[in-house]
Each structure stands twice: as C-alpha cells, then as structure tokens.
Nanobody, 119 residues
C-alpha cells in the first residue's frame, strides 16, 4: 500500500469545482500535512496545509478564498475542496504526508492527480 495516495482529479471548465482526496497509509509526525501542485514547466509549489493536531489551515495567496483544506480526526484522509477553478489552477496536485507551512516544503509524496481547467 502506498504511503500517500491522491484521487479526485479531472478536467473541468473555469468556474467549476473539484474535490481532491488524499489517503495516508501510515502515521506521520510533522506538525502539518498538505497539498502542493506542479504546473507544466514550473516548480512544485505549496497550495495548502493543515495542522495535524490543531486543524489550523494555511493557504497560498493564489488559492485563498477559493480552496479549502480539511481532514478527518484520525489524520488518515485529507481533502482539498477547490471552487471557482481557473485555467491557471491546471497542474498535477500532490499530497504531502509532511508539510512545513512556513518554508512551504513537503515530503512523503503521492504520485499526484491531474487537474485540468479549460476556459
């Protein structure tokens, strides 16, 4: 079983919504876990993070107000609700079992799920 596995990507129109899921197959010990994305020709970037114990959420400026990160109480499943999607949100979205919400770095990656937004 993969340590981290994403699902829920797809192809949508601008303005549509998608919900990504991440299943964590083992226990992680960092303060937070999170979502990152990588667009074609660009480096992977932080999207959102959530504190494992306190549930505090963190977002990049580009998605704040449109995306919502959440998790279950057991820290086994994490979601990313994406609303009002824009073409610039097109990327491969990765779940990170461990995320540093201050340095915007992550570790323990899934294989990613493709999100394509057309105008």
């Amino acid at each position: 079983q993969a340590q981290v596995q994403e699902s829920g990507g797809g192809s949508v129109q601008a303005g549509d919504s998608l919900r990504l899921s991440c299943e964590l197959g083992r226990t992680f010990y960092s303060y937070a876990m999170g979502w990152f994305r990588q667009a074609p020709g660009k480096e992977r970037e932080f999207v959102a993070g959530i504190g494992r114990r306190d549930g505090k959420t963190y977002y990049s400026d580009s998605v704040k107000g449109r995306f919502t990160i959440s998790k279950d109480n057991a820290n086994i499943v994490m979601w990313l609700q994406m609303n009002d999607l824009k073409p610039e949100d097109t990327a491969i979205y990765y779940c990170a079992g461990e995320a540093n919400v201050h340095t915007k770095e992550g570790d323990f990656w899934g294989r990613g799920t493709q999100v394509t937004v057309s105008s």
